[in-house]
C-alpha cells in the first residue's frame, strides 16, 4: 500500500482500534453472565441493592454537583479576576491523577488526618484520632466528594474550550442590554450553543464517577462498597467459581451506566424545554446573580483548596519523620520513607513510564494520521465518528477490561507490557484526539496553499510546517495523554493479570495498609511524572521557538 | 507560446456558472480581475492555483507556457501567490522563509544561502535573513513575501488583493515595487483587487469573474 493510501485508512483504522476492544471485551465479559445460576447468585449477595445505590447515588450527585459548579463559575464569574484565579488554579489539576487526588483528600479528611489535627485539641478536644467514619463512609460522601474535585477541572477545561464557538460575549452582551441578569442570560444563551459539545464529556463523567474503582477503594465504603469495586475484587479473586456472578454484575453495572445515561438524556431534554418555558416568560433572573457569584465562587475555592490540600498533605507525609496524633505538623522532616520505598518505586515508576511512552507515542502518531488525512483528503468526520471516539469513556471500565484481559489471557498476552499499553491506548487516544482536534483545524489553511504554491509536496507542508507550527498543542495533547496513561488504575491491574506494576495499581494497593509515608511517596512520584510531561510540553517548543515572536501562545 | 492561458475556463457551483474566463496573460503582463463582492474572485483564484473545493465543477484549460496544468495539484502547476497578508511561516527565520521556496534542484548550502541573501539585497533586505518575520514591519514583510514567491521561480503569479492591507503610503511603494518586477523578471500575472487605482496601476485588461470588460475609469 501506498503512504497515502495507508493515511487515507487512518480514521477507519483509529476507529476500529477503539471499537473493537469494546466491543469484543463487552461480549467477552457478559457471555458468562448468562451461564446457569450466576444471575441467581449474585442476586443472593445481600449487598446487592446497597452497592446498586451506591454506584447510582455517588455517580450521579458527583455529576451533579461538578456539572453545576462548573457552570455556575462560567455563567456567574467568567471575564472576572477571581474566575482567572480559580481557572490558573485548576488547569494543572486536571494532570493529577485519579488515585493519587483520592489518597490525598484521605490524608486529609481521615479522623487521624489534616484537617483534624489542624482543629485538635484546641477546636475539637481530641487528643486521640476520633472513632468517626469520615472516610469510607457508608453513604459514600468522602467517595463523591473526591469525585467533585478530580472532574470540575475537567468538565470546566472542555466547557473553555467549547466557548470560543459559541460567541458568547457577544451573546451575553445582548442579553444584558435586554435586561438580563448574567447567570439567567448565560443559561438561556449561551449553555444552548456549548452543550452539544459539551455532551459527551458529561456522560463520560458520569459513566466514570458511576464506575471508578480507584477511588471508590480509596474513598468509598467498604461492606458493601460500590458495585464496581466490589466486581474488581471478585474479577481478581483467586476462587474462579465466583467470576461468572462478577459477569452478571458487569451486566447489572452496565444496565446502571445506561439507564443513568437515559436519565441524564431525559433530564437535558427536560430542561431545555422548561429553558424555553423561562425564556417566554421574560424573567430576567437578576436577584440570582447576587448570591450565586459568591456561593459559586466559594465553591471553586474549596475545591481549589481541598486538591491543594491533599497535594501538600502527601508530599508532607512522604518527607514526614515522626508524627503523633494532634500536632499539625511533624517534629521533622526526613527523607526515610524515601529511601525505603526506593527499591519498589523505581521498577514501578519505570513501567509507569514506559506504558506511558508507549501508548501516548502510539496515540499521538494515530491522532495526527487522522487528522493529517482528514486535512489531505477533505474528510468530514460524522457525528458516528466522534461517538465512536467517545466510547470508551463512556462504557464503563468493569464491563469490557474484565473480557480484554481473558481475550489476553487466551492468546499469552496478559501480563506483558505491549498489551497493557494497547489497553492504555484504547483510553488515552480519545483523549488526545479532543485535545489536538481544535487547534489542529484551527490552523489557517493559506499556509498550505502557500507552502503547495512554492512546489512543496504534502509530506513537506505537514513535516517543515504544519508540525512544527503545531508544535505546542501537539506536545500538550501528547502530555494529556501521559497523564492519561500515569492515571490508569483498572486496564493495568486486569490486562497486566497483577503482574504490571506501575505507581498507580501500587498506591492503591497499599492505601488499605495504612503506611501513609510509603504511601504518600507513590503518590507523589505518580504526580511528578504528569507535571513534568505537561512542563516539557511548555518548555520545549519555547526553547525551540524562543526567537519566534509568531510562535508564542496567543500570537 | 509562453505565458499563462486562460482558455474558457469555467467553474459551476450547483449549475450556476461563476467563472468562465478566456483570456491569454503574455509574460510582464498583469490581467486584472475587478468585480463586486461576491462575483467570483475568489474562485477564480482557486480554479487557477488548484484548490477548488470538491462542491464546485470545472471546465476548460489551463495552459502554462504550453504545458496544460489544468488537473494537476497545486504544487505542480508552477503558479505562485501572494495573499492579502504575507503569510509568512512564524517558525522559520526570513532566510527560512525563502530557502523553504527554493527549487531542491539548487543544491549545496553555500549556493542556497548566496540565492537567498540575493534575493534580499533585490528587495533591499540585505542582512535580513536571520530576523524574526514577526518583528518585521508590514512593508519588509510584504516585500520578503514577494520574494519567497518569486524564488519558486513560478511561471506565473496570483495576486489575491496583496496591497489592500497596506496603509495609503506605503500601498503605493509596494505595488511599484510588485508590480516593476513582474515586468523586468517577465512573469505572467494575474491581480485580484476591487480597488480601482490598484487595476490601473497594473496598466492590463480589466475584466470580471465572467470575462466581461470593466471600467477602471477615474
Ligand atoms: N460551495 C459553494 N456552492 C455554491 N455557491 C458557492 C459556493 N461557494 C461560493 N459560492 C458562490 O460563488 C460566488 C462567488 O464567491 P467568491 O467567494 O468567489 O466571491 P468573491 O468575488 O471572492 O467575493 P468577495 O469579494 O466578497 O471575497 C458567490 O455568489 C458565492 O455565493
Ligand atoms: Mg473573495
Known amino acids: 500500500m501506498t503512504a497515502d493510501g495507508a493515511l487515507r485508512f487512518a480514521p477507519r483504522l483509529t476507529l476500529l482500534l477503539m471499537a473493537v476492544p469494546v466491543i469484543a471485551g463487552l461480549a467477552g465479559t457478559l457471555r458468562p453472565a448468562f451461564e446457569a445460576g450466576s444471575v441467581a447468585r449474585l442476586l443472593d449477595w445481600p449487598g446487592l441493592p446497597r452497592a446498586m445505590a451506591l454506584s447510582m447515588g455517588t455517580g450521579i450527585a458527583s455529576t451533579v454537583l461538578a456539572l453545576a459548579l462548573t457552570l455556575g463559575l462560567v455563567a456567574a464569574l467568567q471575564g472576572g479576576r477571581l474566575f482567572t484565579l480559580i481557572l490558573r488554579l485548576l488547569s494543572p489539576l486536571l494532570a493529577v491523577p485519579h488515585a493519587a487526588a483520592a489518597l490525598g483528600l484521605a490524608f486529609l479528611l481521615a479522623p487521624s488526618g489534616w484537617i483534624a489535627r489542624a482543629l485538635s485539641p484546641w477546636a475539637t478536644g481530641w487528643t486521640q484520632p476520633p472513632d468517626l467514619l469520615i472516610l469510607n463512609d457508608p453513604a459514600g460522601l468522602a467517595l463523591t466528594a473526591g469525585l467533585v474535585l478530580k472532574e470540575v477541572p475537567f468538565l470546566l477545561l472542555i466547557l473553555i474550550a467549547a466557548l470560543p464557538q459559541a460567541d458568547a460575549p457577544r451573546r451575553l452582551m445582548l442579553m444584558a442590554s435586554l435586561g438580563y441578569g448574567r447567570v439567567a442570560g448565560w443559561m438561556l444563551s449561551v449553555l444552548p450553543a456549548v452543550w452539544p459539545q459539551m455532551r459527551p464529556a458529561v456522560y463520560a463523567v458520569l459513566a466514570y464517577s458511576m464506575t471508578a474503582v480507584d477511588m471508590a477503594i480509596v474513598l468509598g465504603p467498604a461492606l458493601p462498597p460500590t458495585l464496581s469495586a466490589q466486581l474488581v475484587l471478585w474479577m481478581t479473586s483467586p476462587d474462579l467459581s465466583i467470576h461468572p456472578v462478577a459477569a452478571a454484575g458487569a451486566l447489572v453495572q452496565l444496565g446502571l451506566v445506561l439507564a443513568a445515561l437515559a436519565l441524564l438524556r431525559g433530564a437535558e431534554t427536560g430542561l431545555a424545554r422548561l429553558g424555553c418555558r423561562l425564556a417566554l416568560t421574560g424573567i430576567r433572573g437578576i436577584r440570582a446573580d447576587r448570591w450565586l457569584a459568591p456561593v459559586v465562587g466559594g465553591a471553586g475555592l474549596l475545591v481549589v483548596l481541598l486538591m491543594a490540600g491533599s497535594l501538600a498533605g502527601l508530599a508532607l507525609w512522604s518527607f514526614a519523620g515522626p508524627w503523633v496524633f494532634p500536632d499539625a505538623w511533624p517534629q521533622h522532616l526526613e527523607l526515610d520513607a524515601w529511601a525505603r520505598a526506593a527499591p519498589g518505586l523505581g521498577p514501578a515508576a519505570l513501567e509507569t513510564l514506559l506504558l506511558a511512552a508507549l501508548s501516548t507515542a502510539l496515540a499521538t502518531g494515530l491522532v495526527l494520521s487522522c487528522l493529517e488525512a482528514e486535512a489531505r483528503f477533505g474528510l468530514k468526520p460524522g457525528g458516528g465518528a466522534l461517538w465512536l471516539l467517545w466510547l470508551p469513556l463512556i462504557m464503563p471500565q468493569v464491563a469490557f477490561l474484565p473480557g480484554l484481559a481473558e481475550l489476553a489471557l487466551r492468546t499469552g498476552a496478559e501480563g506483558s507490557t505491549g498489551a497493557v499499553a494497547a489497553a492504555h491506548l484504547v483510553f488515552v487516544l480519545p483523549y488526545v484526539f479532543l485535545s489536538l482536534a481544535a487547534p489542529w483545524r484551527a490552523w489557517d489553511p493559506r499556509l498550505a496553499v502557500a507552502g503547495a504554491a512554492l512546489g512543496a509536496t504534502p509530506g513537506r507542508i505537514f513535516w517543515r510546517l504544519r508540525l512544527p507550527m503545531l508544535l505546542r498543542p501537539i506536545l500538550t495533547a501528547a502530555a494529556v495523554g501521559f497523564a492519561v496513561s500515569v492515571g490508569q488504575y483498572l486496564p493495568t491491574l486486569l490486562i497486566g493479570g497483577g503482574r504490571v506494576t506501575t505507581l498507580t495499581t501500587e498506591a492503591v494497593a497499599l492505601s488499605s495498609g495504612g503506611n501513609r509515608r510509603i504511601i504518600g511517596t507513590y503518590a507523589m512520584l505518580q504526580l511528578a511524572l504528569p507535571l513534568l510531561a505537561f512542563a516539557l510540553a511548555l518548555a520545549l517548543p519555547a526553547a525551540l521557538f524562543r526567537n519566534r515572536t509568531g510562535m508564542r501562545p496567543g500570537a | ?218
Open chain 2, 1 to 218: 507560446m509562453s505565458g499563462l492561458v486562460l482558455d474558457r475556463l469555467e467553474v459551476r457551483a450547483k449549475g450556476k456558472m461563476i467563472v468562465a474566463l478566456t483570456a491569454v496573460v503574455k509574460p510582464g503582463e498583469v490581467l486584472t480581475i475587478m468585480g463586486p463582492s461576491g462575483s467570483g474572485k475568489s474562485t477564480a483564484l482557486a480554479a487557477i492555483i488548484g484548490t477548488l473545493g470538491p462542491e464546485f465543477s470545472l471546465s476548460g484549460r489551463l495552459v502554462l507556457d504550453g504545458r496544460d496544468v489544468t488537473g494537476l495539484p497545486t504544487r505542480a502547476r508552477g503558479v505562485g501567490i501572494l495573499f492579502q497578508d504575507d503569510v509568512l511561516f512564524p517558525h522559520l527565520s526570513v532566510g527560512g522563509n525563502l530557502a523553504f521556496a527554493l527549487p531542491p534542484a539548487l543544491q549545496g548550502r553555500k549556493a542556497r544561502r548566496a540565492a537567498v541573501e540575493a534575493a534580499l539585497a533585490k528587495a533591499g533586505l540585505a542582512g535580513f535573513a536571520d530576523r524574526d518575520p514577526a518583528t518585521l514591519s508590514g512593508g519588509e514583510r510584504a516585500r520578503v513575501a514577494l520574494m519567497r514567491t518569486l524564488l519558486a521561480e513560478p511561471g506565473a503569479l496570483l495576486l489575491d488583493e496583496p496591497f489592500s492591507r497596506l496603509d495609503a503610503g506605503l500601498r503605493d511603494r509596494i505595488r511599484t515595487f510588485v508590480l516593476d518586477l513582474i515586468r523586468a523578471e517577465r512573469i505572467p500575472a494575474v491581480l485580484v483587487t476591487h480597488q480601482p487605482e490598484d487595476a490601473r496601476a497594473a496598466g492590463g485588461r480589466i475584466i470580471d469573474p465572467q470575462g466581461r470588460p470593466v471600467q477602471a475609469g477615474p
